[in-house]
Every structure is written in C-alpha cells, then in structure tokens.
C-alpha cells in the first residue's frame, strides 16, 4: 500500500500561483507514474496532468495546458504540480494518484493509489 500525501493547497485570488506537492514515504516512489485529478463541488473526479515514473513524459488537460506543469523529483520522493494563472473555475479539491508502471494513465481508473486531497480555492 503507497500512503500518497498532498499538501500546499490555498486560497488564492484570480491570476494567483500555487505549488502542490505530493510526497511517499516510499523508497521505490520512483517506480509509479503519478498524476493529479481534481474535484469541484457536484462535479466528478477529472484528469489534471500525469507524469511517466522517469520524470520525461507529461500530459495535461486541455483546460490546464499552459498553466500547469507537473513534474516530480525521485531523490524527494515528491511530485509537483505548479499552478500559474489560477482562475475561479480551477476551485476544487485535488487528488495526487500513482500507480506502478512506466507509463501515466490519464483516467481514475489507471491509478489504485490516491492521496486525501488538498483543497484550493481561486476567487475572482
């Protein structure tokens, strides 16, 4: 069983930054591929961004291409998602998740492993 914690989630105003990050207390973290999903208020689970185990692979939504980056350092056993231009429909509680392999899965269903989530709230 991987415990995935997320932490650095906040309110921000529109236009505002903020850096998730994703840590395991796992010394094999550098064999799952990782991805964060997000959660508004009577909206399903969605995919945000993924990243392969390598680090050399990413993948976004269409909503967040250009805004957020991914990425994660092995030797931390973190990963990180850098929020840049936040705006108000970004609002949600959002969810790191791994799984073990070599590629990143762009569904719920890729990832067995989630962490609790981390709330972040943009206001206009």
């Known amino acids: 069983q991987v415990q995935l914690v997320e932490s650095g989630g906040g309110s921000v105003q529109a236009g505002g930054s903020l850096r998730l990050s994703c840590t395991a207390p796992?010394?094999?973290?550098?064999?799952?591929?990782m991805g964060w999903f997000r959660q508004a208020p009577g909206k399903e689970r969605e995919f945000v961004a993924a990243?392969?185990?390598?680090?050399?692979?990413?993948y976004y939504a269409d909503s967040v291409k250009g805004r957020f980056t991914i990425s994660r350092d092995n030797a931390k056993s973190t990963g990180y998602l850098q929020m840049n231009s936040l705006a108000p429909e970004d609002t949600a509680v959002y969810y790191c998740?791994?799984?073990?392999?070599?590629?990143?899965?762009?569904?719920?269903?890729?990832?067995?492993?989630w962490g609790q989530g981390t709330q972040v709230t943009v206001s206009a």
């Open positions: 990243v392969t185990r390598s680090g050399s692979s990413t």
């Open positions: 998740a791994g799984k073990r392999a070599l590629g990143a899965g762009l569904t719920r269903e890729d990832y067995p492993y």
């Open positions: 796992e010394r094999t973290f550098n064999m799952y591929a």
